[in-house]
């Protein structure tokens, strides 16, 4: 059983942990909120910075590129160097960059600025789900943490672009970057408050592996430029197709090197345990999932039904509203069925619901609907209960890695989900998918399109899912998670 590092008792309810929880929250708040509050933004900032429209992509892809690249190097130094000081520089790092906002006057200053807030979310949401499982000795009360966490981040990204829009009508485009300093400021006097100094003899003694590093980051930063290029360029062009190999090839050259190395930044027999891969192929299946569908819902709402942006905002409500609504559901139903059958059973509405996107969407929105809230539903459990699964499955020096690991699965998956849809689409689809008016064999070719990815996603999900099963039947679990659930 996981015995706390901290000087102190672990708390024994997260009423007991409020500051340290408050802190934790609004650093996953930050990295909610952050791209959901900026993209109804665009426009204007193409407007006032002249940007063209790969600037404008920049603005918010330089974020995703740089966080989902550099987790795992960020991760490895917290588990060196201290969870809870990495991610204190990172909330410093973040203020900066955010006031910085004030001074952007290009969008390749834009594109800088976002480039840091990745750098600075990195060093800190891996950071909070770690800190957040070490603060507690109870499985019961970490998965409770956990939770609360992940429904304070669901706001942020649920009122994003509601907030974003109001503010807009009353101030510049720049507050919606600045309103970042005030919950850096809370996130910092929380953690400091709240969670004890990091202790020098639970940390990691052998020094970063600088190579493996540098393969590792290469590899992500490539496996997340591919999707993008396969959606902007489509399956047509060398560029997608390059950076996808490039990607294929770093991963080759990273495994080899972590194979042999002295101090390997990742150890990959951690990776192969059952908890720890199975809960990364659940988050997977889960990632793949929610970007894909979101893709093909908001395109179909739009494009193919005729509503408007608004409405189609309004139409991902089933998604957002089971999300928030379910948080206080996890906790019980772990408590009741167990931590293996959360996660599986999380995964089959996951499939169940991607499934019924195939074979039942092009019905009409209460399908959609339905689709939607499955996979949310779905989402719920099985993404708290993977999380936690790969941390128990790690030892105790390697929580933050662990959690890089958990971010970086969910990113790159995303990223997959992305890709394949937009790749059938272009595949398929002739002409123009932004046109005004198809014609008759373009909206043919348009639901054919949406069906087959809906097929292909659903696909993935499955194999995902079923070796995550697979591999977490493997693993006993311990007498002493089983007590903590119990009590």
């Not at 179909?300 to 957002?320: E, F």
Request: charged content about 10%.
């Amino acid at each position: 059983m996981f015995v706390s590092t901290d000087s102190r008792r672990s708390p024994t309810s997260l009423r007991e942990a409020w500051v340290a929880l408050a802190g934790l929250s609004a650093v996953f708040l930050f990295e909610m909120l952050d791209n959901s509050i900026l993209t109804v933004a665009l426009p204007t900032i193409g407007r006032e910075l002249g940007a063209s429209t790969v600037a404008l992509q920049w603005v918010t892809g330089a974020y995703g590129v740089v966080f989902g690249g550099s987790m795992l190097v960020f991760g490895a130094v917290a588990d060196r160097y201290g969870r809870r000081r990495v991610m204190i520089v990172g909330l410093v790092l973040l203020g900066v960059a955010s006031l910085a906002t004030a001074l952007v006057t290009t969008a390749p200053e834009l594109i800088a600025v976002r480039a840091l807030m990745g750098v600075a979310a990195a060093m800190t949401t891996p950071g909070s789900i770690a800190l957040a499982f070490r603060l507690f000795a109870d499985d019961g009360l970490r998965v409770r943490a956990t939770t609360l966490i992940s429904t304070v981040g669901l706001v942020g990204l649920a009122v994003g672009p509601t907030a974003g829009g109001l503010v807009l009508a009353v101030a510049p485009w720049q507050v919606l970057l600045l309103v970042n300093v005030p919950i850096a400021v809370l996130a910092i006097l929380g953690i400091r408050l709240g969670i004890a100094a990091d202790d020098p003899t639970d940390l990691r003694r052998d020094p970063v592996e600088v190579p493996g590093a540098v393969l590792g980051t290469a590899t992500i930063v490539l496996a997340l430029l591919a999707p993008t290029l396969f959606v902007e360029e489509g399956a047509g062009s060398w560029a997608p197709w390059t950076a996808a190999a490039a990607a294929v090839v770093a991963a080759v050259a990273f495994v080899r090197r972590e194979r042999s190395a002295r101090h390997p930044l990742l150890d990959l027999a951690l990776v192969a345990r059952p908890l720890v891969s199975g809960g990364l192929a659940y988050k997977a299946a889960a990632g793949v999932a929610t970007a894909g569908l979101g893709y093909l819902v908001t395109l179909q709402l739009q494009l193919d039904l005729g509503w408007s942006p608004a409405a189609a905002a309004l139409g991902m409500l089933p998604q957002v509203v089971v999300l928030i609504a379910a948080g206080p559901f996890v906790n019980p139903f772990v408590q009741r069925v167990g931590f293996d059958a959360a996660a599986w059973s999380g995964a089959v509405a996951i499939v169940a619901g991607l499934a019924a996107y195939t074979l039942l969407g092009g019905l009409g929105y209460p399908a959609i609907a339905a689709a939607l809230a499955l996979v949310a539903a779905g989402l719920r459990i099985s993404g708290v209960v993977a999380a936690v699964n790969v941390l128990r499955g790690l030892p105790e020096d390697r929580t933050s890695i662990g959690a890089a690991l958990v971010d970086t699965s969910t990113e790159v998956s995303s990223g997959v989900g992305l890709a394949v849809t937009g790749t059938v689409l272009a595949a398929l689809f002739s002409g123009s998918i932004a046109t005004a008016d198809w014609s008759a064999a373009q909206t043919v070719e348009f639901r054919d399109a949406v069906t087959l990815s809906g097929a292909v996603l659903t696909a993935l999900a499955t194999a995902l899912a079923g070796w995550a099963i697979v591999r977490t039947r493997r693993s006993r679990r311990a007498p002493e998670a089983v007590d903590a659930l119990a009590g």
